[in-house]
């Protein structure tokens, strides 16, 4: 019977325990809702330049046979500016990359030769926009210089 007083306050203190516990969830909820709305943006951007940066590998990569003989995309590139012969590339490159185009988005490539400027334009769109996804890579050719190789994905 001593402790009278310690149950009526008991019922006090847990109440007030319970609105700061949900306090506590709500302003956790606030902030987490708010980081995610702006992270959203940053996470797709990053899926895209992932995405090039496949895409670019996976072109490279891409097996193809030129006269009988076996060889990835690199390796036709690199023979492409020894030879001085761009038709084959042209050919391989645009077959890639067209069966990639859909009816609101494309891949384009650009390789720059130390002496030639090559260009795949599988979709284009009049627009000042800049790429919505881009990777480079650097090829060495027989002479030491280097070759640049550039995809990009253009949509409306």
Do not use: C, H
Request: hydrophobic residues 45%; without cysteine.
């Amino acid at each position: 019977m001593r402790n009278k007083k310690a149950m009526i306050s008991t019922p006090l203190v847990d109440f007030w325990a319970i609105v700061a516990f949900i306090l506590i969830i709500l302003l956790f909820y606030f902030i987490i809702n708010a980081s995610i709305e702006n992270g959203s943006a940053t996470m797709l951007i990053r899926a895209n330049e992932i995405s090039a940066n496949a895409m670019l590998d996976s072109y490279l990569r891409t097996p193809v046979s030129v006269n009988g003989k076996e060889m990835q995309m690199s390796e036709l590139i690199i023979e492409s500016n020894y030879n001085q012969d761009y038709t084959k590339l042209s050919e391989e490159s645009t077959k890639i990359l067209e069966k990639l185009k859909t009816p609101v988005s494309g891949w384009n490539l650009q390789i720059t030769f130390p002496n030639y400027d090559f260009n795949v334009k599988t979709y284009t769109v009049v627009s000042l926009k800049e790429p919505d996804s881009q990777a480079t890579a650097l090829l060495p050719t027989v002479e030491g210089k280097t070759i640049v190789v550039r995809i990009y994905k253009i949509s409306q």
